[in-house]
């Protein structure tokens, strides 16, 4: 390589660092894909479909999970109740990897409260709509399911697994 050639970096940054307008539309397009997997889960959770749960998350979470099996079945016994709503405690909170001037990766996190007619839930998911580095890794990698009670106990859980956990603490 040429010495004093300047080739575009690597660089990552949040979306408060975009202008105001272009934070606006990447704002709405976080939540609709939020609600849009939030909406696959749920609908998934309520058929109590496996298949259609599993075809949810990345193909790296599903190699990374312990048991995605397992886990879906227990998320299945945890969640009682019918679905009335959900609600979102904030907007999405995303990153983006920037390489070489484009969006290399986006990283979602996104977590609303959900109601049945029986409990009340706190869900934690941690999604990449966009990985053009590691394809395997788009789509849904990590799932929490707790009892909002339990919310405050949690520090940085979207850095600790794959697949699906759920707490009682």
Request: glycine letters at 4%; aromatic letters at 10%; hydrophobic letters at 35%.
């Given at each position: ?35 849009k997997t939030l909406k ?9 479909d496996k298949i259609a ?117």
């Amino acid at each position: 390589m040429p010495q004093g050639t300047d080739f575009p970096k690597e660089t990552s940054r949040s979306r408060n660092q975009l202008n105001g307008r272009t934070q606006l539309l990447d704002v709405d397009n976080d939540q609709q894909q939020a609600q849009k997997t939030l909406k696959r889960v749920l609908d998934a959770i309520e058929k109590r479909d496996k298949i259609a749960l599993k075809s949810v998350f990345s193909k790296k979470a599903l190699n990374e999970s312990i048991d995605i099996d397992k886990e879906i079945e227990a998320l299945f016994n945890f969640y009682e109740g019918n679905l009335i709503s959900w609600q979102e405690n904030e907007l999405p909170q995303t990153s983006d990897h920037i390489q070489y001037g484009s969006l290399a990766q986006r990283r979602l996190v996104f977590c609303p409260r959900v109601i049945t007619d029986k409990k009340k839930y706190f869900f934690g998911l941690l999604d990449f709509p966009v990985d053009k580095e590691n394809p395997d890794n788009q789509g849904l990698y990590a799932l929490l399911v707790i009892y909002p009670k339990d919310e405050k106990h949690l520090n940085n859980w979207q850095n600790e697994f794959a697949g699906i956990r759920l707490r009682n603490v």
